[in-house]
């Protein structure tokens, strides 16, 4: 089992900055896994934000491109996304996700239970 513990949402105002975490144990310090950000609203599916294949090689939604970074720590067995330039649009709950199939997607991969981040304007 792979236990996500997300951390780091919050309430910012458009233009300002957050930094997400995603503290990660159990087996996935002993194998092979993609992780990533996906995010959420009341009444949409579930939606990519950020992939963090391996170092070096991540990618993004159209959306949040040029504004969030994802990263890993991997001795810390932690991943991050930093939010530059938020807007209000971005508002939403964050997710964090490790699988050992890449890039991860809904319904398969170990979920965490979610930070909220809201924007306003």
């Known amino acids: 089992q792979v236990q996500l513990v997300e951390s780091g949402g919050g309430s910012v105002q458009a233009g300002g900055s957050l930094r997400l975490s995603c503290a990660a144990a159990?087996?996935?310090?002993?194998?092979?896994?993609?992780m990533g950000w996906f995010r959420q609203t009341p009444g949409k599916e579930r939606e990519r934000v950020a992939i963090?294949?391996?170092?070096?090689?991540?990618s993004y939604a159209d959306s949040v491109k040029g504004r969030f970074t994802v990263s890993k720590d991997n001795a810390a067995n932690t991943l991050y996304l930093q939010m530059n330039s938020l807007k209000p649009e971005d508002t939403a709950m964050y997710y964090c996700?490790?699988?050992?199939?890449?890039?991860?997607?809904?319904?398969?991969?170990?979920w965490g239970q979610g930070t909220q981040v809201t924007v306003s304007s």
């Open positions: 996700v490790a699988d050992n199939i890449c890039p991860p997607a809904l319904g398969r991969g170990y």
């Open positions: 963090f294949f391996k170092e070096g090689i991540t």
């Open positions: 159990g087996r996935i310090g002993r194998g092979t896994y993609c």
